[in-house]
Each structure stands twice: as structure tokens, then as C-alpha cells.
């Protein structure tokens, strides 16, 4: 549902705007685009905590104040026919993520699989935006990242391990499955955005920085307070939660050479991307009649009274893609300010209305 | 914890049980041996479930009563030099998988990375054990299955999807890391479980037929009742263990040819098997370096007071293995009567203890 204080911002003049605030901190051109696109995309699939509101504060202000460096030299540093590790050289995660991504899918089109591990990258976006770029491959594509280091392991105290992500998407003839979660209860931001608007949480989302269950207010989160794995507690499945975030950890930080989230420090992060080729397997046709199959029955069996048409991962996204492409990206005017104070800082026009 | 009642059993005599029985009933000699070493494995691991408690009823039975082939004609149907699709012929699940795990190990070996799907399969037990064939090869290993349809989906009403499982191995120079979830907030033997003992079942777990919440008694369950994916609620991330479950039937299912959990009818299943080489990306050593860094830090976080030191998946495990290899697998009476009750229908020797 968009706030009916949200201002619509354009699509086009959204990317034109990161692509002129990289390239006025020293980005290139052709990474800025790349970066942009994954903004943008973001935004528009309704994913707000991974596209334009974190400008500023994430890529513009970390490469200005030396923390992400702005030409990074990304290197394959080892390939084999299927698989290769990637370097990003401490530049936008972005840059190494696409890089990344573009190696695994060249490897699958030849050998069948590509996969790829990536170390010392940067917080690289929303994990769907890698996973998607196989679709129009006819592969399936799967991305892992670990996260910042705000969860707590069953039993544990405070913050200890990555909110590590797992995205997945295969195409389907409608809209594709894509899959893209923290391995926590819920994303950071979550406390975040209750905190801003002044709402409460559910107790079981997360613990203050003591272990004591945070409960209603969600401010103590913000202390370095903790989110729990997904499952919550052990009798619900904590257990599933921390080993799904540990597996990330592997494939990501640890097959790539750069470190699981519990060994990083911010910003550093690792990916992993794979990409499948269907045909590999069976005939594309073959594939989506079972895609068909399987999300007939879904959408036709019981719903409870008043409950919506049950959805699959990539439903609710693609819906608010249409409507932002057709009428604007809708942004709370305080982020809106927060660029225009970014735009001011660095000496370029805002221009989005 | 074992129960005080529960009778050890030798590991090699259960061994030897399992593949009596099973040539008993037209299993060839080759089969019931790699059928008795999952079965073995998994009650050696404490997967109570997914061993000996079941072979009477899943294995043995449905080969007598037709459900499930003896005698398989279980072939590669399509293959690249990383990928394979294996059809199990319906015969049992453990001969499918263990064929579709050498297949993809074998090209791992040379490719770097082998991705195998598995059609017209039966249950092939604890996902684990196909995951950890990867182990001795210095590989990572993967492995998939849809599970029966006991899953009820955010919003719905009844048993709708399958418990499908994913499991995933790595080496350490220790314990290694094996995780083996169902993606539903518990498995189904839970709640069987609870009710053989007379136990309750906490309120979240599960819904009635009918789809209200089961609280305590845990015997609507066995009315058709179902469970929750793994996170419970939406508010607690229900999506997230809803979308693992249909990326497992994705890989299993649909990739396979044979159908995801929602078209599958019991006994049918399909399985997904994986095995990456580590030194197609870094030096084995290198690798389990970073294990070692990412679990020393996990080792050394805080504790809440009175917690158990932190494990990780794969190590309950293996101090169950090693106990039990070293004074018997410990069983409930009722399983031995069970398996009791076989043996004189065959007309072959318990000879257990």
C-alpha cells in the first residue's frame, strides 16, 4: 500500500539522478549505469531498503569518505568451465555482483552451470537483481550475499552472524518465482521503519543487546540490538534459520576466500551467484508446463474466509513493478529530502519532479 | 537424550537386517545394501524417522503391496558433462538418489560442478546422507526432495504442499557442517511423535483439517491436519519457509520432469542432488581455514546464561553417531516389536539382539 503522503518520482529521471551522483563522486560511467539499474530495479519491485534510500548513505557517502573505493579494478582472480571467484577490490558490491553474475551466466550458456563466489565486494543490493538475470536465459539463477552482523545464534547474545541472504528465480509463461530473503525473522529494516513511524513490534523478532526479548518498542534494536534466525526460537525452527544463514556464510565468504559474515568487518560483504540452464536438464516447453502445473494447483487450493488469492515469491513484487513503472516510484518525502541535502553536498541538480 | 527403556541395537546386525529383509521381498542384493546403509545412517545420526523405524511400513510394505518397484529399471534419461536427469523407475527412493549423487559426484570430478534431477522416485530418507557423499571428494554437497503433502501455505486451509526438504554439506577439519531441514516448522513425525507419548504440541506448529490452529493435543494433526512453513506466521516469515519449499520443488520436480509435491501422489517423489568442488574455486586448504575463522567466532560469541555451548548443524549429529556406533543404536521397544512382526511375515530371522 503506498502512504498517501508519498511523492511519485519518475523511473527514468530516478536513474538518470544515480547515475549523475556516482559519476560526480568518481564512479565511471558504465559502473554507475550498473549500479543504477540495481537501484532502480529495487525500487520499483517495492524493495525501499535496498534501492534510492540508501544513496547517500550507503554508496554516495561511503565512497566519499573512503570506506568503498570509487574504481575498484574487479578481477576474476580464478575460473575454471563452471566456476570462477571474483575480487572486487573493496568497490561497490554492485560492480562485483554484476561482474559476478555475467561470468556465472556466460559459463552456464557453454557448460550448463556457472557459479561464482565473489570476496572483499560491498553491500551489493536487493539479492533478486542477480538471480532475475538469468530468467531471460532460460536459466534458473540463484544469488547468496552475506549481511551485516545483527543476528543472534540460538542461545546467544547479541550480534553474531550476517542477516545472509538466498535469492532463487526460475520463469514460469507469467510472472517468474523469485524468491529473495534474509535468513533472519526479518530484515533490519523492519525495526527500522517501526521506529521511524512510531509502531510497535511482535515480540520474537528480535533481542536488546543484553539477550532480553525485545518486545513492543523498537527502539532497543537500534542499540545493537539483535534479530533472531528464522523460526524465531529453537521449538520453532531457530535451528533451520542459523544453519540456511551458515550455508550463505559458505558460499559466499568462505569458497570465495573472503570471510564468513561473522569474520568481516563493515562494509565488506561476499556473494555467491549461480545460473542453470534448463535445457540442460529438460526442454524449456517441459519446464514450464511443470512451472504451470505446480502454480495451478497452488492458486486452486483452500483459502481461509476473507483471505487473499494465495501468491507465490515474485507475485506481489512484479504487481508493484507495473504500478511504479505506469505512475512513479512512490518515495516518503524525507527521503526525497535526504537526496536533495546529498545533492546539495556534491554540487549536482536533484531534478526527479 | 535416550530413553531409559530403549533397547541398543548393533550397528552391523540393523545393517544386516536391512538387506535380508529387503531381498527378502525381490530387492536385489546391490539395492538392499545401498538401501540398509541410508537406513543405518540415519538412525546412526539420531533421524529416528527416516531409519529402521520405518522400513517395515515404507520399504518393505509398499514393495509387497506394489507400491513401490523391487526390482527398478532405474536409468540416466538425459546428461551433459555437468547435469543429468535420473528417472527411479518407482522402485525405492534410496537406489534413484544414490545413482543421481555418483552421477553428479562423478562429473564434479571433472567438470568442477555436478547438478543432478531425479523423476518418478519414492522417499529416499534423511537428505542428508546424499549431501554428505560429497564430503570425501573435498566437495560440497546439495541435496533436495519433495516430502509428503502435509503443508499448509499462508492463508490456506489443509494439507496443500510438501514438508520438501534441503540439505547441504561442507567440510571442516572437524565436525562437518551438515544441515537437513524440512522447510516447515517442524517435520510431521513431530507431531506423531507427541501423540505416541501422549504429549502436547505448542500452538503454532500446525492447523486442523479444517484450518484452525492446533493447541496442545497434537492428534488433529493426524485428522489431515497440517503444518506450517517454517517461520509459522506471515508477521514471522511464513513466506520465506513457504518460497524454500517451492525452490526445492522447483529443482526437484519440475526440473526433474516428474512434478512438484502439489502434482505428486504418495509414494512418488523426486529428488535434487549436488556436488561443487571446492578446489575449482579455492585451495582445499584455504577453504577450511575460513571454516575453522568462521567457527572459532561462532564458538567464542556470548552465551545467554545456562545456554549450551553453540553448535552447529552437524554436530548433535555426530556425537549421536559416535555414541551409537560405539554401545548400539538405542530403539523404543515398540520399533523392535514392530520390526518383530515383519520378520515373522517374511519368515526371516530378527536376530538384533
Known amino acids: 500500500v503506498v502512504d498517501p503522503g508519498d511523492v511519485r518520482v519518475d523511473a527514468g529521471k530516478l536513474h538518470a539522478l544515480g547515475v549523475r551522483a556516482l559519476t560526480t563522486v568518481g564512479v565511471t560511467e558504465e559502473h554507475a549505469r550498473l549500479t543504477a539499474d540495481v537501484l532502480l530495479a529495487s525500487d520499483l519491485r ?48 554492485f560492480v562485483a555482483g554484476r561482474t559476478a553474475t555475467r561470468l556465472a551466466i556466460d559459463k552456464a550458456a557453454v557448460a550448463g552451470i556457472g557459479m561464482v563466489s565473489t570476496r572483499n565486494s560491498t553491500h551489493f543490493g536487493p539479492g533478486f537483481f542477480y538471480a532475475m538475470e538469468a530468467l531471460p536465459q532460460d536459466m534458473l539463477g540463484i ?11 540460538p542461545g546467544g547474545v547479541g550480534r553474531t552472524y550476517g542477516s545472509n541472504v538466498i535469492a532463487f528465480a526460475a520463469p514460469t509463461r507469467g510472472v517468474p518465482f523469485v524468491l529473495d530473503m534474509a535468513t533472519s525473522v526479518v530484515a533490519g529494516g523492519k525495526f527500522e521503519i517501526a521506529n521511524r513511524r512510531g509502531k510497535t513490534v511482535p515480540e520474537g523478532w528480535g533481542e536488546t543487546a543484553q539477550g532480553l526479548p525485545i518486545v513492543d518498542d523498537p527502539s532497543p534494536y537500534l542499540q545493537r540490538g539483535a534479530i533472531r534466525p528464522l523460526g524465531g526460537t529453537p521449538e520453532f525452527g531457530a535451528w533451520k534459520g542459523f ?66 488469492p494465495l501468491t507465490y515469491a515474485g507475485e506481489p ?32 541538480a536533484l531534478d526527479l519532479v
Open 46 to 93: 517495492g524493495v525501499e531498503s535496498h534501492g534510492f534510500a540508501h544513496l547517500a548513505d550507503f554508496y554516495v557517502g561511503r565512497i566519499r569518505n573512503g570506506l568503498v573505493k570509487a574504481v575498484p579494478d574487479v578481477r576474476i582472480v580464478h575460473e575454471t568451465p563452471t566456476t570462477g571467484v571474483v575480487d572486487g577490490d573493496g568497490g561497490l558490491g
Open 143 to 153: 544469488s547468496m550475499t552475506t549481511g551485516g552482523n545483527i543476528v543472534v545464534p
Open 243 to 308: 544453519g540456511l544463514a551458515l550455508m550463505s556464510d559458505i558460499l559466499c565468504g568462505v569458497l570465495s576466500g573472503g570471510g564468513a559474515s561473522t569474520t568481516l568487518t563493515s562494509p565488506g560483504a561476499c556473494h555467491f551467484v549461480g545460473a542453470i540452464r534448463i535445457d540442460a536438464f529438460i526442454p524449456k516447453e517441459e519446464f514450464l508446463d511443470g512451472m504451470d502445473a505446480m502454480i495451478g494447483k497452488l492458486k486452486a487450493s483452500p483459502r481461509q474466509p476473507g483471505a487473499p
Open 317 to 348: 513484487e512484479a504487481e508493484k513493478e507495473a504500478d511504479y513503472r505506469a505512475n512513479g516510484v512512490p518515495f516518503h518525502p524525507a527521503t526525497i529530502e535526504a537526496l536533495r541535502v546529498m545533492c546539495d553536498e556534491i554540487g549536482i
